[in-house]
């Protein structure tokens, strides 16, 4: 797996398709892929299920309202929309304005299933039913008229699960229960003038971070980044990373761990400190049990 920087506005087209890519299958060795979107008034996929995928959409402006076989749930902007695998579902964007996400499904293949999906609608003519059902097949979709029994589609608002440590503010929007094991999700606020965690690597986890509001300034290997809004760090495992906000306002960003399983160490770290100050030799007894080797600032 690579490490991957993207500016904003940078993620890759796909033909006939809305959606655009971060960090495809390819990149991240197929254990997850990660998409940015922006969907129209009225628009939205049909009623579908995933057997092997976990599917989560973060609502970054405007509202979907999400249909889980049970009624619609709204899913205002700060919102994800968590789709464990086995479970249906079909989103839709009320309007009147444009609602934009940040996509991400693990494993991977979801993107190139997103692919087939535009070249189809690019090319003249109605769709060939046999072509579109070769597509579904390859990439783990099956289409349903209505819900099917499995696990719930569910929608976790913003501010759930919220946390403070160490002045800054947290809220775990997915664990590894929830994802089978597959990604934890986190919506992570720096306070100003946060000197960040010790450089570190993770040795199994691949960490997104996804900038939504101020400037997070990050270390990735031997680079120094400042990450604006809509910009994308994927750190590889194995990377020596770490981030800061040195500035006088907050930065907000989402964090993606895949697998999932380390924002555990969060809460952990809020039983251990909570607004107190960070004592480093709590940091490195957690951290050890939770994929993360501090390596000191060199």
């Not at 049909?46 to 959409?57: C, D, F, S, W, Y």
């Not at 934009?100 to 979801?110: C, D, Q, S």
């Amino acid at each position: 797996m690579k490490s991957i920087v993207l500016g904003p506005g940078e993620s890759r087209p796909l033909e006939g398709h809305p959606a655009r890519v971060l960090a495809s299958s390819a990149d991240c060795d197929e254990r997850f892929c990660v998409l940015e979107s922006r969907v129209g008034a009225g628009e939205g996929p049909p009623m579908h299920v995933h057997r092997r995928h976990v599917e989560a959409l973060y609502v970054l402006a405007g509202e979907l309202e999400v249909d889980a076989g049970h009624g619609t749930i709204p899913a205002p902007a700060g919102s994800l929309v968590l789709s464990p695998a086995g479970s249906s579902h079909a989103f839709t964007n009320p309007g009147p304005g444009e609602a934009r996400t940040l996509g991400f499904a693990a494993p991977g293949g979801i993107d190139r299933f997103l692919e087939g999906l535009g070249l189809i609608a690019s090319r003249s003519g109605p769709p060939d039913p046999g072509t579109l059902g070769e597509l579904l097949a390859e990439f783990d979709t099956e289409l349903v008229m209505s819900a099917l029994p499995g696990p719930a589609t569910t929608v976790v608002a913003p501010g759930e699960d919220a946390m403070s440590i160490a002045g800054n503010e947290l809220a775990i929007l997915a664990d590894a229960d929830a994802t089978g094991g597959m990604v934890g999700v986190l919506d992570y606020t720096a306070a100003p003038g946060f000197p960040g965690p010790p450089p570190h690597v993770h040795h199994e986890t691949a960490e997104v971070f996804f900038v939504t509001e101020g400037e997070l300034t990050m270390r990735l290997g031997d680079e120094m980044l400042a990450v604006t809004p809509g910009g994308f760090v994927l750190a590889a495992p194995a990377t020596v990373h770490t981030f800061s906000n040195p500035g006088a306002e907050p930065a907000r960003f989402l964090g993606l761990m895949f697998p999932g399983g380390f924002e555990q160490y969060f809460r952990e770290l809020r039983d251990a400190i909570g607004d107190g100050g960070l004592d480093p030799a709590v940091i490195g007894s957690i951290s050890a049990r939770y994929d993360v080797e501090n390596v000191g600032a060199h």
